[in-house]
């Protein structure tokens, strides 16, 4: 089978194209919460919020994406478990379940789960169904970080929204375009190269 024809097959995500094997979904897990723990550590901070900007987001985004709902899943797991066990790989080498910006690490679980779907589904094949998935994960991110961060840190509604997530919208919509850049154009590649 060419790599043209699966990488159109519906169902297939980007990993799908490497050779299946056990080893493989190991290897992609872990790969996967190594890289959303080295994203994490693009960290800058925003003054006046507890949770800073990082490359985090967007790691988990692609690993959901690329990777499928699945494994999507298992990877930011890794990433939340260890992390929560004291691996110093949470934004800025922090660790631990109860700082203000663990929700938003529950959210990128959930959300490296959808968007894995959604990719399963072809919407990372096109730049405008790349910027629709990247948007209906983030704003999963938020749907659960916002609400932790209300109850970590005991702030109302209004202040969690102002302090977690209006600071970081110009920075998802530049993830956003990465993305829109990044996931299509790979899917052109590996069918020219078919």
Same mark, same amino acid.
Do not use: W
């Given at each position: 089978m060419s790599t043209a024809s699966v990488?159109?097959?519906?169902?297939? $995500? +980007?990993?799908? +194209?490497?050779?299946?094997?056990?080893?493989?979904?190991?290897?992609?897990?872990?790969?996967?919460?190594?890289? #959303? !723990?080295?994203?994490?550590?693009?960290?800058?901070? $925003?003054? !006046?919020?507890? $949770?800073?900007? #990082? %490359?985090?987001?967007f790691a988990a985004l692609l690993v959901g994406t690329?990777?499928?709902?699945?494994?999507?899943? +298992? /990877?930011l797991g890794l990433y939340a478990l260890l992390g929560a066990a004291g691996l110093p790989w949470f934004a800025g !080498?922090?660790? !631990?379940?109860?700082?203000?910006?663990?929700?938003?690490?529950? %959210?990128?679980?959930l959300a490296a #789960?959808?968007? %894995?779907? +959604?990719?399963?589904?072809?919407?990372?094949? /096109?730049?405008?169904r790349t910027a629709g998935t990247m948007v209906l994960g983030s704003a999963v991110v938020y749907a659960v970080g916002v609400p932790y961060l209300m109850a970590a840190t005991g702030m109302s509604a209004g202040a969690a929204v102002a302090a977690g997530l209006t600071p970081f919208l110009i920075g998802d919509a530049l993830k956003a375009a990465l993305a829109m850049g990044v996931l299509p154009a790979t899917w052109k590649l590996v069918g020219r190269r078919g």
């Open positions: 990488s159109f097959r519906p169902g297939t $995500v +980007l990993a799908d +194209l490497l050779p299946a094997s056990r080893v493989r979904d190991i290897a992609l897990v872990a790969g996967g919460a190594a890289l #959303t !723990g080295l994203a994490a550590q693009i960290a800058v901070p $925003v003054p !006046g919020s507890p $949770v800073p900007v #990082t %490359g985090q987001t690329a990777f499928g709902a699945r494994r999507g899943f +298992l /990877s !080498g922090t660790s !631990g379940a109860g700082g203000a910006s663990f929700g938003y690490v529950l %959210g990128m679980l #789960t959808l968007v %894995g779907a +959604l990719a399963r589904r072809g919407a990372d094949r /096109s730049v405008a």
